[in-house]
């Protein structure tokens, strides 16, 4: 295997975040967290948290930690006025919601799924499910609230430094 990808070095990505042909990896350590990119201008929880496949990067493939998940590995160089917050993995997998409608029970996770990328080996998707099957979005609204509150005590912001410890608004 070599040691980097010349795509990926040409366009300003450090080396470990290469995929190199690495196969992803769907074993997530209970102490692994996860770093997701944010808007810095944005305060609403609901505009930082999405339910169709949600981009995040693995902390176990990130030499740098959380700014590993400011470059741009589609285009070269780092996405610019984005901090970072940060979510363990156990947590997003514990998210569980349970809705009743007219007599049915509707049960919605998130999973995790790492989908590695060619110049972000960490890339991982947090996935809807409903039922235990993979959708493209969670509903009803109701549903999508009551798991961004679950969220909105799980998630840290970390850079930039200065945004260290604020809190998004619920919805």
Do not use: W
Not at 83 to 94: D, K, R, T
Not at 95 to 114: P, S
Request: glycine share 8%; net charge negative; hydrophobic share 35%.
């Amino acid at each position: 295997m070599e040691a980097c990808d010349p795509v990926c070095r040409a366009r300003g990505i450090p080396d470990y975040l290469h995929q190199n042909g690495r196969d992803s990896n769907q074993v997530f350590d209970v102490k692994e967290v996860l770093f997701i990119r944010f808007r810095v201008e944005e305060r609403k929880l609901k505009s930082v948290i999405s339910f169709c496949r949600q981009s995040a990067n693995r902390s176990m493939y990130c030499e740098g930690g959380a700014d590993d998940a400011l470059f741009d590995g589609q285009n070269g160089g780092r996405h610019e006025g984005f901090g970072v917050y940060e979510i363990s993995a156990a947590a997003v997998n514990l998210i569980k919601k349970e809705l009743n409608v007219g007599g049915n029970l509707r049960t919605f996770t998130l999973r995790l799924f790492h989908n590695p990328d060619q110049c972000n080996y960490a890339h991982t998707e947090i996935v809807a499910c409903e039922g235990g099957n993979e959708v493209d979005d969670i509903g009803p609204k109701s549903v999508k609230k009551m798991i961004r509150e679950e969220f909105h005590e799980a998630i840290r912001p970390v850079l930039p430094p200065n945004l260290a410890g604020i809190k998004f608004e619920a919805d």
